[in-house]
């Protein structure tokens, strides 16, 4: 079963306002990650944050990890319609010498001009 | 960067045909490539994981003869969706792990439209 969960699934705002989007999941992980998919297309990986990392930046992405809750958000700042996707969290328990990701169900962001 | 080049990136064929999907590393090596389902709006579900070299590790639920798995280089893995039917439609995408980034880079995906 999928352990990580986003929300919202769905998200609608205007170009330069902030998204966020959260995600949880179950299971003690390795890290946490963040991919971004365009409407047919394969997935982008964003951002990565380790299980001992609280925050990490990238660009206009703003990633956070609270491992005691389970949980992290994205926020991506001042958006652009080019950012219209869909963002899965995915997490790593890092135990197989490689990486199994297993990945949300995603929220699909919808940024207007 | 890594680049990972999956094709086609669209088939349509008729029920009862069986259809290749490849998927290659063009500028890495990948011992581990993976293989994912996706349907319209949905997550990624992985069917299995393809190791060169070995046999493939298929996910509870996926028919290994139904989906059929070879990493016979460590720049290509292959799926054969066998004897397709219309329920065998979806979007089908592929990754290869790069160890020296910890980052899965994924193919462009393939659409399977089984009439």
């Known amino acids: 079963s999928q352990q990580g969960e986003e929300d919202p699934q769905a998200l609608s705002i205007q170009e330069g306002e902030n998204a966020t989007m959260n995600c949880s999941y179950k299971?003690?992980?390795?890290?946490l990650q963040w991919y971004r998919q365009n409407s047919g297309r394969g997935l982008v990986h964003l951002i990565l944050i380790r299980s001992n990392e609280r925050e990490k930046h990238s660009g206009r992405l703003r990633v956070t990890l609270d491992t005691s809750k389970k949980s992290s958000s994205l926020l991506i700042t001042a958006s652009r319609a080019a950012d219209t996707a869909s963002y899965f969290c995915?997490?790593?328990?890092?135990?197989?010498?490689?990486?199994?990701?297993?990945f949300g169900k995603g929220t699909m962001l919808l940024v207007s001009p | 960067g890594a680049v990972v080049s999956q094709h086609p990136s669209r088939v349509i064929c008729k029920s009862g045909t069986s259809v290749k999907i490849e998927c290659r590393s063009l500028d890495f090596q990948a011992t581990t490539m993976f293989w994912y389902r996706q349907f319209p709006k949905k997550s990624l579900m992985l069917m299995a994981t393809s190791n060169e070299g070995s046999k493939a590790t298929y996910e509870q639920g996926v028919e290994k003869d139904k989906f059929l798995i070879n990493h016979a280089s460590l720049t290509l893995s292959t799926l054969t969706v066998t004897s397709a039917h219309p329920e065998d439609s979806s979007f089908y995408i592929c990754s290869a792990y790069l160890q020296a980034k910890e980052k899965l880079f994924f193919g462009s995906g393939t659409q399977l439209s089984v009439l």
């Open positions: 299971t003690s992980i390795n890290n």
């Open positions: 995915a997490t790593d328990r890092g135990n197989s010498g490689y990486s199994t990701l297993t």
